[in-house]
């Protein structure tokens, strides 16, 4: 990993950090297909979200035209685990931080790109509710799961720890680079 993207990484103070190889990496349709349980509410109703967001082949594309990757997770504890309010917290707390290292790998000359967790955040409303086109699409970011990434295998396959115990919630995200 060259220096400049070290000292991004290093200033978002992630838990923990591995280096990814994109061909580690699996796009499955039963990833893509539990977004489609809408579990999380956001299904349908946010650009960066299945099925506005792209297809899987895409997907496949974007990682393929990578040689390296960087899994990097955030660990937050709490004390009652149906604090949902405190949840809702924590997502918007780690979606601030990608969309931070989002924008700095952007202004820097590295060819990379940013999956981040959860749906995207960056308007308070998706334009998709209104049929206005996406406000910032230089700066949305999908989910890995939006975009078919079995995060559970790549962490099996990667040793990034993806159940940190009780009263824990462990946050992924993911870089792409080219060097």
């Given amino acids: 990993m060259n220096e400049a993207l070290r000292a991004m990484v290093e200033a978002c103070d992630f838990e923990e950090t591995v280096a990814v190889d994109p061909r580690q990496i699996h796009i499955t349709q039963d990833v893509r297909d539990a977004c489609a349980k809408n579990d999380c509410g956001h299904y349908g109703q946010n650009y960066m979200c299945p099925p506005a967001v792209g297809d899987l082949d895409h997907y496949r594309e974007v990682v393929n035209s990578y040689t390296n990757g960087l899994l990097f997770s955030q660990v937050y504890r709490f004390k009652n ?68 990434i ?18 824990t919630m462990t946050i992924i995200g993911l870089i792409l680079y080219n060097e």
């Avoid at 990379?112 to 998706?126: H, L, M």
């Avoid at 079995?150 to 009263?167: A, E, F, M, R, S």
């Fill in 81 to 148: 685990r149906q604090d949902y309010r405190r949840m809702n917290e924590i997502m918007a707390g780690f979606e601030k931080t990608v969309e931070k290292l989002h924008r700095a790998i952007r202004k820097s000359d590295m060819e990379g790109t940013v999956f981040s967790a959860g749906c995207c955040t960056i308007c308070k409303e998706c334009g998709i509710l209104t049929d206005d086109p996406c406000r910032f699409p230089d700066e949305a970011m999908p989910s890995l799961e939006a975009s078919g």
């Fill in 150 to 167: 079995d995060v559970v295998q790549l962490t099996k396959d990667t040793g990034l720890v993806y159940n940190n115990g009780p009263k």
